[in-house]
T-cell receptor, first 116, second 115 residues
Framework: AQKITQTQPGMFVQEKEAVTLDCTYDTSDQSYGLFWYKQPSSGEMIFLIYQGSYDEQNATEGRYSLNFQKARKSANLVISASQLGDSAMYFC?????????????FGKGTSLLVTP | GAGVSQSPSNKVTEKGKDVELRCDPISGHTALYWYRQSLGQGLEFLIY????????KSGLPSDRFSAERTGGSVSTLTIQRTQQEDSAVYLCASSFAGSSGNTIYFGEGSWLTVV
């Protein structure tokens, strides 16, 4: 069964606008971590933001924020004031006890294109 | 360096040859992971090391794949008798001891092309 679901294969956003990338997850663990990574065309996986399952506040890191709705098992990434350099693949991922060494389970990703 | 270091960054090899990919994790990180990403796909977990303990090889796709980690630090992923379907980016990652709250950091990957 798919543990991480990203339903948007591709998204467009205009420069300076905000965009929300969707992510839902499935776990029976009480303690888990949710992560977003950015992968530009160079291929490197860049860590963006983390949300712990027990965190009551939504995580924020600069222009990135995570809209965490635990009951709905969703962890959407919000990018404010989009920039051309934000064009990349974005992956939602989860660390949970069920995975070997808490290895990350990844979604299939969302390709974001920021237009001028 | 401060980040996860991988080499080579690019490798083109002939079908049937063996290849070795190297990973140097962030200093102090005891957990090390290998992932594979085929063109346009998400990341597939391959193997996990914790310190000097025996690795969890549950994600390795076939017995042509093996990995070792010397001294709880540098790791080598070996693919024997490479096939065209092995063409992918191989990403190494590390973190402090495995837990749900520790961030996993990735290297820039080794791009493998089997011709």
């Amino acid at each position: 069964a798919q543990k991480i679901t990203q339903t948007q294969p591709g998204m467009f956003v205009q420069e300076k606008e905000a965009v929300t990338l969707d992510c839902t997850y499935d776990t029976s663990d009480q303690s888990y971590g949710l992560f977003w990574y950015k992968q530009p065309s160079s291929g490197e996986m860049i860590f963006l933001i983390y949300q712990g399952s027990y965190d009551e506040q939504n995580a924020t890191e600069g222009r990135y924020s995570l809209n965490f709705q635990k009951a709905r098992k969703s962890a959407n990434l919000v990018i404010s004031a989009s920039q051309l350099g934000d064009s990349a693949m974005y992956f939602c991922a989860m660390r949970e006890n069920q995975n070997s060494g808490y290895a990350l389970n990844f979604g299939k990703g969302t390709s974001l294109l920021v237009t001028p | 360096g401060a980040g996860v270091s991988q080499s080579p960054s690019n490798k083109v090899t002939e079908k049937g040859k063996d290849v070795e990919l190297r990973c140097d994790p962030i200093s102090g990180h005891t957990a090390l992971y290998w992932y594979r990403q085929s063109l346009g796909q998400g990341l597939e977990f391959l193997i996990y090391f914790q310190g000097n303990s025996a690795p969890d090889k549950s994600g390795l796709p076939s017995d042509r794949f093996s990995a070792e980690r010397t001294g709880g630090s540098v790791s080598t992923l070996t693919i024997q008798r490479t096939q065209q379907e092995d063409s992918a980016v191989y990403l190494c990652a590390s973190s402090f001891a495995g837990s749900s709250g520790n961030t996993i950091y990735f290297g820039e990957g080794s791009w493998l092309t089997v011709v």
